[in-house]
């Protein structure tokens, strides 16, 4: 199983940037589609956006369009969130995750290895 360790997250202005960095090990990342959730205080965790094992492909929530991109290094063994024009709403822990599936998926419950989650916040 890989094990992920989430970083880059912070305290930032609305309209600020942030990235985010998952690093993997214990199984190469090259193995596995790659995703990011959040979970917001007091709500369900939700998806944010994924990548597939190549990089070629990717899927957003309709709210991060535009917005957000995430990539992948596998070389690395990294998986990346870049978050720009970031709103109050993105407020949040961030979750990195990886699956075996070979296809892009938005189901939490396909995704069997989570990272701790790096905190984001966002001000008015």
Known sequence: QVQLVESGGGLVQAGGSLRLSCAA??????????GWFRQAPGKEREFVAAVRRSGGSTYYRDSVKGRFTISRDNAENTVYLQMNSLRP????VYYCAATAIWAL???????RSWGQGT??????
């Open 25 to 34: 090990s214990g199984r190469t990342l090259s193995s596995y589609t790659m």
């Open 89 to 92: 709403e993105d407020t949040a």
């Open 105 to 111: 998926t938005t189901e939490e419950g396909d995704f």
């Open 119 to 124: 905190q984001v916040t966002v001000s008015s």
